[in-house]
């Protein structure tokens, strides 16, 4: 099997549990609680992926300097509605809510993410 198929499956998988865990948030708009749902499968709880994830995925690391030297709400609404333009990272507009998508995009892009408590 061709290591791009082998991506294709992995992506799937991902994304299907993803959306899943995403219905588990209800209506709820507490960004965390979204983060840590529909995100944190494949970014980690932290907005660091596990290094698994960066070598297969390409993961983005939410927490290295030049994703948070450009970081905005408007960029990360984008990615999280349409996912990526390589594909790499799944769609989530209609897995979750507008305000769903608009809460945890504000929450990645502000400089509160990431920061360990």
Not at 59 to 68: K, P, Y
Not at 80 to 85: D, E, F, I, L, T
Request: charge should be positive.
């Amino acid at each position: 099997m061709s290591r791009v198929v082998k991506v294709w499956i992995l992506l799937a998988f991902v994304a299907a549990a993803g959306c899943e865990r995403g219905v588990a948030v209800g209506t709820s708009t507490d960004a965390e609680k979204i983060y840590q749902s529909v995100c944190a499968t494949c970014h980690g709880v932290d907005g660091t992926p596990t290094a698994a994830m960066a070598a297969r995925l390409n993961v983005r690391d939410l927490n290295s300097a030049e994703f948070r030297a450009r970081a905005t709400r408007a960029l990360v609404e984008e990615q999280v509605r349409n996912g990526s333009a390589n594909k790499l990272m799944p769609a989530f507009g209609g897995a979750i809510s507008d305000e769903q998508i608009k809460a945890v995009s504000a929450y990645v892009a502000s400089s509160d993410f990431g920061v360990k408590r």
